[in-house]
């Protein structure tokens, strides 16, 4: 079936700009989670969203962060106001529970 | 201190070496552990999966979970240059998100 998927594979774009990550989880995966990934880095956590529950954002690095899920299916990521430091590959996992995650390829971004 | 500690790396060997990764962790109540694999310019995809204590194996993978040291391996046998990548560790307590390690880049060199 088909996985995670993740829109656009890259952005560029300039510093100051909002940019809108897009997420597709599995078709009735209940969680859904958000990493930031640096070069040669190990994945950073920033928002998990579980069923109806409130997302626990404990990762979020700064108010220019926000996500949303409509419809306990699809995700946005938005970054307000970007900064050069906010260049990295943002990934989206769903899964089914709080066990196993299967990770889209990503949205590599680029801030200029 | 980190919840996971992973060395980065990067690991080298030659092709055919048996490959040796490990994470340590300070949480004694995790009880799912898993590894991924990561290819250059790819989402992580999960290679392995254990719950509690033991070895599971699969192929040319084993993992292994000692959950009285908190401390967990993955094993490649007869390693090939498709096996180079970066191995990341994860776990989880019930019903709570994964953990991950740093992740460890490994080549495998022809």
Known sequence: GAG?????????????KDVELRCDPISGHTALYWYRQSLGQGLEFLIYFQGNSA?????LPSDRFSAERTGGSVSTLTIQRTQQEDS???LCASSLGTTTEYFGPGTRLTVT | QKEVEQDPGPLSVPEGAIVSLNCTYSN???QYFMWYRQYSRKGPELLMYTYSSGN?????????VDKSSKYISLFIRDSQP???ATYLCAMSLVGQKLVFGQGTRLTINP
Do not use: I, L
Not at chain 2, 56 to 63: I, N, Y
């Open chain 2, 82 to 84: 498709s096996d180079s």
């Open chain 1, 88 to 90: 990295a590959v943002y």
């Open chain 2, 28 to 30: 004694s109540a995790f």
């Open chain 2, 56 to 64: 599971k194996e699969d192929g040319r993978f084993t993992a292994q």
């Open chain 1, 55 to 59: 997302p626990d954002k404990s990762g």
């Open chain 1, 4 to 16: 995670v998927s993740q829109s656009p594979s890259n952005k560029v774009t300039e510093k100051g």
